[in-house]
């Protein structure tokens, strides 16, 4: 079985600082784990994913996370936020071929 | 990636009444999944659509209030029936298959 925390419902940044979204997961088998951004009445947008291999990932937007076993956390970082990263994003995670479990979601604010 | 075409993408329904929901795929997907949005939470999975076998609901959802059907591997409908208010939600349909999933635009569903 899997499972998603995300620590921080909410998280505000100022334009141009780091940001930090913080994923922990649950997983009995090898973890497969996604971040997707949800903006304002629109549908799940995938950022990045980590299946296998390199675990700094690197996705769209200037995000990238990075899996670490030990720590059971998959965080997503970018180092500049932009007026256009507030949003909802969400955690998520799965083992091969099985549902995707996702987290509660945080929402970014980001103030200029 | 594979295409999921959703409808309808949104609806306003009365109470008592049932809707049903259509998801087409331009691939063939090995598994397909529900999921509800309720306003202002994260993503919880209805249930997986298996081919040609009744779903897998998971805790909380029955086959009788969201029955679901999967004839092939590129087409599911969700319906919800007997519908009251607090069905109002966001309803997704993904698909999986290896190590990825794609999601409908979802049917953002009002019950009056």
């Known amino acids: 079985a899997q499972s998603v925390t995300q620590l921080g419902s909410h998280v505000s940044v100022s334009e141009g600082a780091l940001v930090l979204l913080r994923c922990n997961y649950s997983s009995s088998v090898p973890p497969y784990l996604f971040w997707y951004v949800q903006y304002p009445n629109q549908g799940l947008q995938l950022l990045l994913k980590y299946t296998t291999g390199a675990t700094l990932v690197k996705g769209i937007n200037g995000f990238e996370a990075e899996f670490k076993k030990s720590e059971t956390s998959f965080h997503l970082t970018k180092p500049s936020a932009h007026m256009s990263d507030a949003a909802e994003y969400f955690c998520a995670v799965s083992g091969y071929g099985n549902k995707l479990v996702f987290g509660a979601g945080t929402i970014l604010r980001v103030k200029s | 990636s594979a295409v999921i075409s959703q409808k309808p993408s949104r609806d306003i329904c009365q109470r008592g009444t049932s809707l049903t929901i259509q998801c087409q795929v331009d691939?063939?997907?090995?598994?397909m999944f529900w999921y509800r949005q309720q306003p202002g939470q994260s993503l919880t999975l209805i249930a997986t659509a298996n081919q040609g076998s009744e779903a897998t609901y998971e805790s909380g959802f029955v086959i009788d209030k969201f029955p679901i059907s999967r004839p092939n591997l590129t087409f599911s409908t969700l319906t919800v029936s007997n519908m009251s208010p607090e069905d109002s939600s966001i309803y997704l349909c993904s698909g999986a298959w290896g190590d990825g999933y794609t999601f409908g635009s979802g049917t953002r569903l009002t019950v009056v």
């Open positions: 691939s063939q997907v090995t598994m």
